[in-house]
C-alpha cells in the first residue's frame, strides 16, 4: 500500500479533484489518501470562529455562506448539476448549530477552534471520496477522529501512534476499497473531543498512517515540481533539489521550510519509508525523495524566510544574571501560552527571544512581568534562515537594513528583521 498526501492547493477546484481522481486511478494497489480542507477553507473557518468567540452570530453565519458556496460550486461542476453529500449537508448542520446555538465560553478558545476548523478536512475528504466513487473508483469514507487517538493539547495535538494503529488495521482491512479517503490535520481524545495537530499538520497525518500500514512509500502532492532550496513565491531563482536526507529534512522543516510538517520525518524515519515530494500539475515529473542516505550532499544554500514572528527581549528587573533558574521560569511562560522559540539569544542580564506571533502576547508579557521580568516586543517580523550560506549571502543579508538579530554556525545563518 502506498500513501498519498493532497493539501489544499491541489483540491481547491473541480478540475484539482479530477486530477488527484487520475493519479488515484494510475496507481497500481491499494491506496490510503490524506486530503486537507479545499483552497483557503482553513482560514474561512478561522474567519468563523473569530466571529463566533466574540459573539458575532450574524458575521459567522455569513462568514460560513461563503464556505458553504464555495463548495457548491466545485460539488456542482463535478457532478454536472448541483448536488449535496448528505454527509456533507450534515457537516453543514452541525456548523450552524455551533454558531448560533452554542455558548463560546462554555469551553476554551483552542477547543472550540479545532471543533470549528476540522469541518474543512471532514467537507473536503468526503467531496473526494464520493466523486472517486461517482468517477468510477472503488472508494470508501473514513473519520479519522475515530482513528488516531490524541492527547487534550487542543490546535497542538499528538498522535498516540500505539493506541492507533489497531483502529487503523482494522478499518483497513475490513475495507475492500481500492483507495480509502482519510482527513489530515486533525484527530479526537479519548472522550471524542476534536483535536488539530497543528497547521499543516496533514503531512503528519499521512507520515502517521505510513508508519502503522507499513506503506511502501509516501508522497505529498504539491504544486511544484519537487523540494526546491527556497520558495518560489519569496525568493527568485530557485534550483530543484533531487535528494534529501531525513536529517536534512527535520532541520529544514524545524527552521519553517513549507516542505513538511516538522513532526513528518519520525515515525517514516523508524521504517525506513521514503518519503516523495511529487508535482500535481505534472505526475509524470520525477519529484524528490527524502531517504535515509543519498547520492551526493546537498551543494547548493537553501533559504527559508518564517513569517509572522515576535521578538521579545527580556531583563530581570532586579538587573540579576539570566542564570539556568531564570532562562526556565521564562520558558515555563511560554510553555503555558504555547509560545513557540525559533531563535534565542543571552547575555549575563538579558535573553532575545524570537516567538511565533501569539494570540496570547499579552498575557504572555503580562505574566514576565508578575515574574520580576521587564520586556520590551516587536511584532512583525520574520526570520530567514539560511542552511549552506555563501559569503555573498552572509554580507548582503547581516548588513541589510531592519537586520534586528543574527546568530551563524558553520552551516547555518539566521536573521531576525523587520517584515
Known sequence: MKVYKFGGASVKDAAGVRNLAQIARNTEGRLFVVVSAMGKTTNALERVMEAFWQGHTGEAVVAMQTIVDYHAEILADLWGAPHLPERVRTFYEELEEIITLANPKSRTYEEWYDRIVSFGELISTTIVADYLSFDGTSAEWLDIRRIFLTNSRFRDANIDIEA?????????????????????????????????????????SAAVAGYILGAESVSIWKDVEGILNGDPKQFEGVSYIP?????????????????????TIKPLQNKSIPLYVKCFLNPSLPGSVIKEQISKPIDLPILILKKGQTLLSIKPQDYSFILEERMAEVFAILERHRAKVHLIQNSAISMALCIDHSRYLEEIIADLHAGGFSVK??????????????QSQLAEFVEAEGVYMTQRSRKVLRILRKS
Open 164 to 204: 492507533s494503529t489497531p483502529r487503523l488495521l482494522r478499518a483497513v482491512d475490513s475495507s475492500s476499497a481500492k483507495v480509502i479517503v482519510g482527513q489530515g490535520f486533525i484527530g479526537a481524545t479519548e472522550s471524542g473531543a476534536t483535536t488539530t495537530i497543528g497547521r499543516e499538520g496533514s503531512d503528519y
Open 243 to 263: 535528494e534529501l536526507t531525513y536529517l536534512d529534512a527535520i532541520e529544514l522543516a524545524y527552521s519553517g521550510a513549507q516542505i513538511i510538517h516538522p513532526k
Open 377 to 390: 516586543y516587536n511584532t512583525d517580523m520574520e526570520l530567514l534562515t539560511i542552511r549552506g550560506y555563501t
